[in-house]
C-alpha cells in the first residue's frame, strides 16, 4: 500500500522526538524496559499534575532519576537527534555571489558512549518533566475555559499554515520549474462562542508571504468582523496561539491588540501562548 500526505508527521515536538531516539536506543541494549517517554516520567514522578514535582522544586523530587540498567558505560553507540545548525550556502544576486548563513534543522547521527548517551538522556528527561507539565495544564486550562464561558464570550484559536505552493490542473512542462511557481498565505482561524458551542472556522488566503503583524491584523480584521456580525453580543475574546518572537509574541502585536479591539467595542481580551 502505498503511503499518502496525509501519513507524513510534520509537526512532531523536537524535544519528544529526541528523548524517544534516545529512550529507543538504551531499549535496545537492554538498558530500559520501556521507550515511552510518558510512562518514564510517570515512573518517576509522584505526581504528574503536581507543578513542584513536575518542575523539580522538591529536593527529593531532585534526586530521583530514571534507572538505566546499563552492563558496560565506556560501549561505544550511536543515537539519533535532531539539531539546527547554521550552513553556508551562495547566493546569486544582481551578477553577483553572496554568501548567507543559513539556519538548517537535520537529524544528526551523534557518536559517544552509552554513559555519554546516559547523562545526555537524564538531561533531556529532566526538561521534559516540564514539558509535560506545561503542555497538560495547558490543555486543561483551554477546555476548562470552553466549558465555562459565558454567552458574551468567544474563544479563537489561530495559526499561519505553511506557505503553499499553488499550482495549475493543468500546465506545460518548463511551468513547472524556477519562478513559475507561485507560493500563498493561509491563515486560519477556530472560534467558539458561550458554552458548548458548536466550532465556527476562517481562513483567509493572501498572495503575500509576509507573517509579521502587519499581516497578521490583515488576515485577522475580516475574521473578527466576521465572528462579530454572527454573533453581535460578544464583548470579550480569548486567544490562543503558538509564541514565535517574529509574529504573535512580541510588543507591537499587543500594540495593535489592544487598539483594534477597543475601537470594535471589545473591551475585555487575552492572548494565551500554547
Known amino acids: 500500500m502505498r503511503p499518502s500526505l496525509a501519513d507524513r508527521e510534520r509537526c512532531l515536538c523536537k524535544l519528544h522526538e529526541n528523548l524517544t531516539f534516545l529512550a529507543q536506543k538504551m531499549k535496545d541494549a537492554k538498558g530500559l524496559t520501556s521507550d515511552n517517554v510518558e510512562q518514564l516520567v510517570s515512573g518517576i514522578s ?83 518533566q516540564t514539558h509535560i507539565f506545561n503542555i497538560c495544564h495547558q490543555f486543561k486550562q483551554y477546555q476548562l475555559l470552553r466549558a465555562e464561558m459565558s454567552c458574551n464570550e468567544a474563544l479563537v484559536h489561530i495559526d499561519f499554515a505553511e506557505n503553499y505552493v499553488a499550482k495549475l490542473s493543468s500546465a506545460i512542462q518548463s511551468a513547472h520549474f524556477g519562478a513559475s511557481q507561485h507560493q500563498i498565505t493561509l491563515h486560519t482561524l477556530v472560534s467558539y462562542t458561550g458554552p458548548n458551542s458548536k466550532v465556527q472556522t476562517f481562513c483567509s488566503v493572501s498572495h503575500s508571504l509576509q507573517h509579521g503583524q502587519a499581516a497578521i491584523w490583515t488576515h485577522l480584521l475580516p475574521e473578527l468582523d466576521d465572528l462579530l456580525l454572527t454573533n453581535p453580543g460578544i464583548d470579550s475574546i480569548h486567544f490562543f496561539s503558538d509564541g514565535p518572537t517574529a509574529r504573535y509574541h512580541q510588543k507591537f502585536n499587543f500594540f495593535i491588540f489592544a487598539n483594534v479591539l477597543a475601537q470594535k467595542g471589545i473591551y475585555r481580551a487575552t492572548w494565551n501562548f500554547f
Open 46 to 128: 509522584c505526581s504528574m499534575n503536581r507543578k513542584e514535582c513536575m518542575y523539580l522544586e522538591w529536593q527529593e523530587c531532585q534526586e530521583t532519576t530514571v534507572a538505566v540498567d546499563i552492563a558496560d558505560n565506556n560501549l561505544e553507540c550511536e543515537w539519533k537527534q535532531w539539531q539546527t545548525i547554521k550552513e553556508k550556502r551562495e547566493i546569486k544576486k544582481g551578477g553577483k555571489t553572496e554568501e548567507k548563513e543559513a539556519a538548517v534543522t537535520l537529524k544528526v547521527i551523534q557518536k559517544g558512549t552509552m554513559g555519554d548517551m546516559n547523562d545526555l538522556f537524564q538531561t533531556q528527561m529532566n526538561k521534559f
